[in-house]
């Protein structure tokens, strides 16, 4: 099975949910550092859709509010054009696999989809 994580190596979270991912027999590992390669906007929709949270679910609070961003007032759309602007406004780890995706907080959510 393959697993695409959305990882920042700086994130104790981000680096607990790969530790996870790297030890689990037969899952092949795809690490995307969004902070230098971000999902495109469409991709980070998709990815929030199939995992049934809005962008604004998938928003790191701190970083919002740190730029004067009211999320929960924002459209969607407006959601997704901030965090393309500034992709540490995206919440991490996002992990895709065959069978779903996960806003792995904590790292151990990650199994359900593994």
């Known amino acids: 099975m393959k697993a695409t994580i959305w990882h920042n190596p700086r ?22 550092e969004y902070l230098k390669t971000p999902p495109s ?18 928003v790191r609070a701190k970083e919002a509010t ?13 959601v997704l054009d901030a965090m393309m602007r500034d992709p540490i406004l995206i919440q991490r780890p996002l992990v895709e696999t065959e069978r779903g ?9 990650v199994r359900a989809i593994l």
């Not at 949910?17 to 995307?32: C, H």
């Not at 740190?66 to 407006?78: I, S």
């Open 11 to 32: 994130c104790g979270t981000s680096r607990n949910t790969l530790a996870i991912l790297e030890g689990t027999p037969g899952v092949e590992v795809e690490v995307t």
């Open 41 to 58: 906007r469409d991709r980070l929709a998709a990815l929030y859709a199939r995992a049934g949270m809005t962008p604004a679910e998938g």
């Open 101 to 109: 995706v996960v806003l792995a907080r904590p790292p151990e959510a």
């Open 66 to 78: 740190d730029r004067g961003l009211d999320v929960a007032t924002m459209r969607d759309d407006a």
